[in-house]
């Protein structure tokens, strides 16, 4: 291991369940377990999957106006969240590229952020420089954060605390888990029902053991983790979206409330809203597409997308074998007028052609529970 890289919480309960690990955002991260990443991803799709997510950051903007101040950065109704409500936000620049995307969940007295490990630095920088003087930002190091994710997630963390079932989709709580006051969400990254744990980091094995004790849950590593996220269509900030790539090209509309659009009682006044209302209006020249294909080749990240008469269409940002469907999966940023779905295009690998064709996000259903 590098001596510069950070270790989480977990780091030791890693090495002794045998993890293979790999530098991640800045940290050493599980890769696998001894069963292989095809394993854990079906283990997740199937039972209960417990990830190690506590490279990301976590944060609170404390204040009366934190939600208000929140909006200046972001396209995103944050003002009207409900209390323990949980909702997905995008910083933006001045050109409407994607700095970061992050969850704001909605508690009592603050609001409760989670932004990605390797922007973790420039996010909280990015909020004490431009809403510092309006709210508290107070980064919360030593949490660690747990995720716990598959359709047995809620019977496992149930005989922790049965509280737990009553959480919805995109809505959070405190509970005590382990002995330990716990902020729970009912979210995650791999299209299936399941929760994350803010946890003290001085708790975080103890609870992490606490989950594993229990038949459903296997630990899961960082490579499964990316295999059950691309099935279910979900962006990898730094991949699939960017400081070069727009919500309206991510196709992250849906993020963007209307109360926050061109004609919304308080539509922008975020960085970026003039070139993200211009493209709600006419259109972007490129969009984020999924790509299927019936053979059996993988398409990687940077492959070439073309269309059959040789034209350049764009780029493959995320790809993998999808285990769950048995067929090459990618996420790709294709020119408009080959964004259509079931439109036929190219992936060049080697300068193989390998026929894709523009499918339906997610290419897995999502199993969010919304009661």
Known sequence: MSTDLLTTPLHALHIELGAKMVPFGGYDMPVQYATGILAEHRHTRTAAGLFDVSHMGQVLLKGDGADAALETLVPVDIVGLGLFKQRYALFTNEQGGILDDLMVTRRADDLFVVVNAACKAQDIAHLQQHIGQRCTVQP????????????????????????????????????????????????????????????????????????????????????????????????????????????VEGALTWAIQKVRRAGGERTGGYPGASVINAQFAQGSARKRVGLISTERMPVREGAQVIAEDGTPLGTVTSGSLGPSINQPVALAYVAASHAAVGTPVFALVRDKRVPMTVATLPFVPNRYYRG
């Open 140 to 247: 919360l190091p030593d949490q660690a954060l747990l995720a716990l994710q598959g359709p047995q997630a809620v019977d496992a963390l149930a005989r922790l605390n049965p509280g737990v079932k009553e959480l919805v989709f995109m809505t959070g709580g405190h509970f005590t888990l382990d002995g330990t006051e716990c902020f729970v969400t009912r979210s995650g990254y791999t299209g299936e029902d399941g929760f994350e744990i803010s946890v003290p980091a001085d708790r975080a094995e103890s609870l992490a053991r606490a989950l594993l004790a229990q038949p459903e849950v296997k630990p899961i590593g960082l490579g499964a983790r990316d295999t059950l996220r691309l099935e279910a269509g979900l962006c990898l900030y730094g991949h699939d979206i960017d400081t070069t790539t727009t919500p």
